[in-house]
């Protein structure tokens, strides 16, 4: 959750700075852009194929297994948090709802 977090927050702060390299109006088209990208994969990508029955157990819970979680999202949210803060979104709020939804 931290992790998402800081990759949400850093990447939207990131943004916005990319939003005031440019120039107006064009950021936001950019960002568009992205979330349609990211909106397009998310729909075209299968899921994946379940190896077996699903056991739970603490080994489920380990550092390694949190952190296979945790890189992915925190990657994901790179591209949308530059995308955001390129749009406007504020790097508290998105690092802050980030952390709720994860």
């Avoid at 700075?17 to 990211?38: M, R, S, T, V």
């Avoid at 591209?79 to 749009?87: D, E, F, K, N, S």
């Amino acid at each position: 959750s931290i992790a998402n977090a800081a990759g949400a927050f850093i990447s939207c702060a990131g943004g916005q700075i990319l939003e005031q390299a440019l120039f107006q109006g064009i950021a936001p088209i950019l960002a568009g852009l992205a979330f349609l990208y990211l909106a397009y994969d998310e729909f075209t990508t299968p899921p994946p194929k379940k190896q077996g029955p699903e056991v739970n157990t603490l080994d489920n819970t380990s550092c390694v297994n949190i952190m296979k979680l945790a890189i992915p999202m925190t990657l994901n949210n790179l591209a949308g948090g530059v995308a955001g803060g390129a749009a406007g979104v504020k790097p508290i709020l998105s690092g802050v709802m980030a952390f709720i939804a994860s």
